[in-house]
């Protein structure tokens, strides 16, 4: 989420590159005395024509920045020819608005053909030079390796020749960290941004638009590097600032209550992160339009967090409303397309809405994904796990077990072996296996995930917990009744005290206790756990629950067994 180079940025180059000469333009224009053709329209190529470009560049407008550059060149290579200062510096600031146009093609043929030209009249190591060629190393920004090792052979030449505090050197520095992120390298992108921040604030000002820009883009580093909160307040104080100088509706001031409502997502804010998305969505609708891509980005955010909230009916609705947008607008199976029907099925999936048309959704939708998404991608992922939690939900055990093992290896081997998506997968399986009755494999499944389990979430998380009640199972299905027995009160302990007495799964504990203590022949004690059990789930289940009926089945067992004794 980190801002393109800012309208500020692409202002200060201007007048640092166009301002020191602008005075001199018509001068040497008078000096090269060549009139224009018979005929041809007049075209302003005097100092008023570089102040007007140099607006268009501070608001953003690079398509007018486009035209007007063109025409610049266009009339300064017939009066002044094409290897005239006044000419190459037009024909570079042409080149940038083509550039922010995101036409990269294009924008690094005309700086590939610029940049010997540029080196033989201002010299290798001018500014205009340094400029061109920082440029062009950003057009390659699909390979930010590359990129990053470029920036780093510019940096020194720049910082020697022009100083630290030059917007040049700056630029530099800022795409390096542009590209250290796009490297995953978040720590060294975040270095880089706080030396740039601080000549900003320095000679800047902490308030003006450039140094805001860089810290918007510091915030998204910090979230990458686990300070939050430092993000969080960096991206108010911003917003407060967009809000007081640009207004609450202008672009800037969007993107960044975009970023900040992301932030608070990842501190795990979510309802203030809620919150501030549904307010965000009708002022980008209004201003940005339904269909930008801005707006949909957002939707998307909402409706993640929505389902990471277990808000699954409001996701889905979301979801359905982003899914037709995405298909009018991109095609069915478009990658953002692919990945909005991916979530449409999560949420399905938590519902329990589960029949033959999510199934069929959910199998036309996984080779797309492996196709487009690639087959290790995480949505691509998702899909395979809400196809294989589909046969689940409709206790189809053995179709689940091979669709559930094949996702545990792809995830291991993508993610990692202990990656917490990995053991997820691997806990359903083993709760499959356990419903298969496949008791000795389920139980090396238990004991594989509880040290890892244990270790990431703590000794008494439910997460923890369901586990070994699960391995209690295994065992006393495999009747090693002692270990059940002491996994079975272990669990029923930490249930009481982390649930309390009266939770559905504190009343698991107490009806399989029952189980394994009847089993060795503990009859009193046996009954005193069953009628616990009973009496909770009549209470929270009602008499006609399957887990109810079950345990007045024990109880009623167990005091047969008890008046024949």
């Not at 009954?527 to 009602?542: D, F, M, S, V, W």
């Amino acid at each position: 989420m980190k801002p393109h180079l800012s309208f500020a940025l692409a202002f200060a180059l201007l007048v640092s590159t166009l301002g020191a000469d602008a005075g001199n333009a018509a001068v040497d224009a008078t000096k090269a005395g060549a009139p224009p053709a018979a005929g041809a329209a007049a075209v302003d190529t005097g100092p008023k024509a570089d102040d007007a470009l140099k607006e268009l560049f501070s608001q953003g407008r690079y398509a007018e920045a486009e035209k007007a550059a063109k025409a610049l060149v266009d009339g300064r290579t017939k009066t002044l020819g094409a290897e005239d200062k006044e000419t190459l510096r037009s024909h570079i600031q042409l080149a940038v608005a083509t550039f922010h146009l995101h036409k990269e093609a294009e924008a690094e043929t005309q700086l590939r053909e610029l940049l010997p030209l540029v080196a033989k009249v201002f010299g290798a190591e001018d500014r205009e030079a340094l400029r061109c060629q920082s440029y062009l190393i950003a057009t390659h920004h699909a390979k930010p390796a590359e990129v990053a090792e470029q920036f780093r052979s510019l940096l020194p030449i720049a910082t020697r020749v022009l100083g630290a505090e030059d917007p040049v050197t700056l630029q530099a520095r800022l795409r390096l960290a542009h590209a250290l992120e796009d490297l995953a390298k978040p720590a060294e992108a975040e270095h880089e941004y706080r030396q740039v921040l601080a000549v900003q604030q320095r000679v800047l000002g902490a308030e003006d638009l450039e140094t805001l820009s860089t810290g918007r883009s510091l915030a998204m580093v910090l979230v990458d590097v686990e300070k939050g909160p430092e993000a969080e307040a960096e991206l108010r104080r911003v917003l407060g600032i967009y809000t007081r100088t640009l207004g609450p509706e202008q672009r800037e001031t969007l993107a960044c209550m975009a970023e900040l409502a992301y932030t608070l997502g990842c501190v795990g804010k979510y309802d203030e992160e809620v919150a501030l998305c549904r307010s965000l969505i009708p002022l980008q609708t209004r201003v940005l339009g339904p269909d930008d891509p801005e707006t949909l980005r957002n939707r998307d955010q909402l409706s993640i967090t929505l389902l990471q909230q277990k808000k699954y009916a409001e996701g889905e609705e979301e979801l359905r409303e982003l899914l037709a947008i995405r298909t009018r607008l991109s095609g069915p199976e478009a990658a953002e397309t692919l990945r909005t029907r991916v979530q449409l099925g999560t949420a399905l999936i938590q519902q329990q809405k589960v029949d033959d048309a999510l199934e069929q959704e959910l199998r036309a939708v996984q080779p797309l994904c492996q196709r487009v998404l690639g087959p290790d991608d995480r949505d691509t992922l998702e899909n395979r796990e809400s196809l294989a939690m589909a046969q689940v939900l409709q206790e189809k055990y053995v179709e689940a077990e091979p669709l559930l093992r094949d996702l545990a290896t792809s995830r291991a081997r993508a993610l990692g072996a202990e990656d917490p998506e990995t053991l997820g997968t691997r806990t359903v399986l083993m709760m499959v296996l356990g419903e298969q009755e496949k008791d000795a494999e389920a139980e090396q499944e238990a004991r594989y995930l509880l040290p890892l389990v244990t270790r990431d979430f703590g000794p008494e998380h439910p997460k923890t917990l369901d586990i070994r009640q699960r391995l209690s199972k295994c065992l006393g299905y495999q009747l090693k009744l002692q270990e059940a027995e002491q996994e079975g009160r272990a669990v029923l302990a930490l249930r009481e005290r982390v649930l309390g007495p009266e939770h559905p799964d504190t009343l698991d504990s107490c009806h399989t206790l029952a189980l394994w203590l009847a089993k060795q022949d503990k009859t009193p004690e046996a009954l005193t756990y069953a009628q616990r059990a009973l009496a909770g789930r009549l209470k929270a289940l009602g008499k006609d629950d399957e887990d109810t009926q079950a345990s007045q089945r024990l109880v009623d067992r167990l005091k047969k067994k008890e008046a024949k004794a």
